[in-house]
């Protein structure tokens, strides 16, 4: 993408990787405490509605429906947010956005789910293995789509 089309769609170069940690561990957070609540919410409900008087953590009814709180919370926030705005939450707060590598033009609804599965793959095998090996390895863009910053309009 040429600096005109750069400044024309209000885009900027490539952020900083802390820009981009900040933004993913925002986007992290937000999906496990709200996926947490939302599930817990949804497993006290039902456990009041089958006469249960106390939850337990420790049972399925209550990590099944917190992970598919977690599971849906992450995709309507990567996902939908970002098809919607171009950003999902935690990139908002950091300035980011989600473009396509060619043009920089609005996100399509498959890539983006692409590239949501493809976080969970970097996150299973590539996370791990940085851990193990104490690599240098960054997150890389995937699915034709890039992470820029928003570009400051005065």
């Known amino acids: 993408m040429t600096a005109r089309n750069q400044a024309a769609s209000g885009v900027t170069a490539s952020p900083s990787e802390a820009r981009r940690l900040a ?6 957070v937000i999906a ?9 919410a949804v497993a006290v409900g039902t456990a009041a509605g089958s006469g249960v008087t106390e939850l337990q953590p420790a049972s399925p ?3 099944g429906p917190v992970a598919g709180a977690i599971i849906a919370l992450s995709f ?10 171009r950003a999902s939450l935690g990139k908002l707060v950091t300035g980011l956005r989600v473009v396509r590598s060619s ?6 609804f498959v890539r983006l789910v692409g590239r949501w599965l493809f976080g969970f ?6 996370v791990p293995l940085h ?6 390895v960054e ?4 699915v034709g789509m890039r992470i820029v910053r928003r570009a400051v309009r005065s």
Do not use: E, K, P
Not at 32 to 40: D, F, I, K
């Open 23 to 28: 933004a993913v561990c925002l986007d992290a």
């Open 32 to 40: 496990l405490v709200g996926g947490v609540v939302a599930g817990a």
């Open 61 to 63: 009814g209550f990590w």
């Open 76 to 85: 309507a926030n990567q996902v939908l947010l970002t098809l919607a705005t």
């Open 103 to 108: 043009d920089g033009g609005r996100a399509g």
């Open 121 to 126: 793959y970097w996150l299973i095998v590539f």
């Open 131 to 136: 851990l193990a090996t104490d690599s240098n």
């Open 139 to 142: 997150q890389q863009d995937a």
